[in-house]
């Protein structure tokens, strides 16, 4: 039975110190960490490597159940194939052990929570670009890419997918100038 552990922040300018320190220090044999939202397991190489790895016996071990998911979907998911594998989910700073009851209702509702508060920024985050587009201030991204460099290649009888490579830009891109 081995101890493993998972940090994650959100982005790259977040330290990850304090989770790592806190797993090793709770015993874990293997950290592994990443960079990158929680709002979905897609794109979190780390973590799946992790949840292929684990074995029957072993913990996977976080410091809060926000770090291993944000959305009660995903937490669901990950709980079910741990128990699937006969793998225990622990936290440090919650009181989280999937091989009790209580610890089981704890992290569902911990898992609502961490979406619903997801959900919340989310919606602030939407009302400031609404309120600033109001006021002229927000205008979105800027133009990576001339319009008229688009349409010079298509009347050249370029495809989409041949500009987009060209300019290092998506085919979306292509035709929405076009």
């Not at 016996?57 to 976080?62: I, K, M, N, P």
């Not at 128990?83 to 509702?109: C, H, R, Y």
């Not at 890419?145 to 500009?163: C, F, M, N, T, Y």
Request: aromatic residues 6%.
């Amino acid at each position: 039975m081995a101890k493993y552990g998972y940090a994650r922040v959100s982005s790259s300018g977040q330290d990850l110190t304090l989770q790592v320190e806190s797993l090793k220090s709770y015993g874990c044999d293997a950290v592994r960490q990443e960079k990158v939202s929680g709002t979905s397991t897609n794109g979190r190489a780390e973590l799946n490597i992790l949840l292929d790895f684990l074995r029957e016996g072993d913990e996977l071990v976080v410091t809060r159940i926000d770090r291993l998911a944000r959305s009660i979907r995903d937490l669901q998911n990950i709980v079910h194939e741990l128990k699937g594998k006969g793998v225990a989910l622990k936290a440090t700073e919650q009181p989280i052990d999937t091989t009790t009851s209580a610890g089981k209702a704890f992290l569902d509702m911990l898992g609502v929570f961490a979406e619903f508060e997801t959900n919340l920024r989310r919606e602030r985050q939407l009302e400031g670009i609404a309120k600033a587009k109001e006021r002229g201030v927000y205008k979105g991204r800027n133009v990576s890419v001339d319009p008229s460099i688009v349409q010079r290649l298509k009347s050249e009888g370029l495809g989409a997918s041949e500009i987009a490579k060209r300019l290092k830009i998506s085919r979306a891109s292509v035709y929405r100038h076009l």
